[in-house]
């Protein structure tokens, strides 16, 4: 039987303000939700890929965080939040003024999972569904929290990243200190100490820094 997302979500999740964007609530798992206990293989038997969009992950939280203190950056300007999964940054960004946001992520699961979390702060966030990696985009700011935890994700971002500011796009992006981070190719913004969960982390707290990329 197909898991209807709404339900699914709101069974697993609680509403919860992520502890450094306590402006903003989500719909995210704790420990004290079997979301947080299912193995990939009870993921995968009801259709549900790995479920970043329950966490607030420390990369967006820094990200959020900056935009929600420095609005200029996105006031007035078309947004596209990269790999939002829950779409706390999106959020924040339509917060902070923005005048829209499009909220990138190739999980199907997300479209409803950032559409409760858009209702639940009153704003509108408008979801795609599909790989843009070395598409242009048509925006005026583009974010992307905590997406260099990967090497062979970081080598397809890089030269599009690059591409995108060479198009007059200011490209921003949260990162907790992942390996494949390139940060000789950027310049820091903001550092910050952003809570996270043990289980989810290397540490409960973890040192978080907004880059812009040059």
């Given at each position: 039987m197909k898991t209807d997302p709404e339900r699914f979500i709101r069974e697993n999740t609680s509403v919860l303000a992520p502890p450094h964007v306590p402006e903003i609530r989500l719909h995210l798992a704790s420990e004290a939700h079997d979301l947080w206990l299912k193995t990939?293989?009870?993921?995968?038997?009801?259709?549900?890929?790995?479920p970043f969009w329950a966490f607030a992950w420390a990369g967006g939280q820094g990200l959020a965080r900056?935009?929600?203190?420095?609005?200029?950056?996105v006031a007035g300007r078309s947004v596209a939040d990269f790999a939002s999964g829950s779409g706390l940054v999106a959020i924040a960004?339509?917060?902070?003024g923005a005048a829209s946001v499009l909220a990138l992520d190739t999980d199907p699961w997300t479209r409803c999972a950032i559409g409760l979390n858009a209702r639940l702060n009153d704003v509108a966030v408008t979801h795609e569904n599909a790989d843009r990696i070395g598409e242009p985009l048509a925006c005026d700011v583009f974010l992307a929290g905590d997406v260099f935890y990967d090497k062979a994700?970081?080598?397809?971002?890089?030269?599009?990243?690059?591409?995108?500011?060479?198009?007059?796009i200011d490209v921003i992006v949260g990162d907790p200190g992942r390996a494949y981070c390139p940060r000789d190719r950027m310049e820091p913004l903001a550092t910050y100490a952003v809570p996270v969960t043990r289980a989810l982390e290397?540490?409960?707290v973890?040192?978080?820094?907004?880059?812009?990329?040059?």
């Amino acid at each position: 039987m197909k898991t209807d997302p709404e339900r699914f979500i709101r069974e697993n999740t609680s509403v919860l303000a992520p502890p450094h964007v306590p402006e903003i609530r989500l719909h995210l798992a704790s420990e004290a939700h079997d979301l947080w206990l299912k193995t990939e293989e009870e993921l995968d038997a009801i259709g549900l890929p790995p479920p970043f969009w329950a966490f607030a992950w420390a990369g967006g939280q820094g990200l959020a965080r900056y935009v929600l203190d420095h609005p200029g950056i996105v006031a007035g300007r078309s947004v596209a939040d990269f790999a939002s999964g829950s779409g706390l940054v999106a959020i924040a960004a339509m917060k902070a003024g923005a005048a829209s946001v499009l909220a990138l992520d190739t999980d199907p699961w997300t479209r409803c999972a950032i559409g409760l979390n858009a209702r639940l702060n009153d704003v509108a966030v408008t979801h795609e569904n599909a790989d843009r990696i070395g598409e242009p985009l048509a925006c005026d700011v583009f974010l992307a929290g905590d997406v260099f935890y990967d090497k062979a994700f970081a080598d397809r971002l890089v030269p599009w990243f690059e591409d995108l500011v060479g198009t007059g796009i200011d490209v921003i992006v949260g990162d907790p200190g992942r390996a494949y981070c390139p940060r000789d190719r950027m310049e820091p913004l903001a550092t910050y100490a952003v809570p996270v969960t043990r289980a989810l982390e290397d540490s409960e707290v973890k040192k978080t820094t907004v880059w812009r990329f040059r």
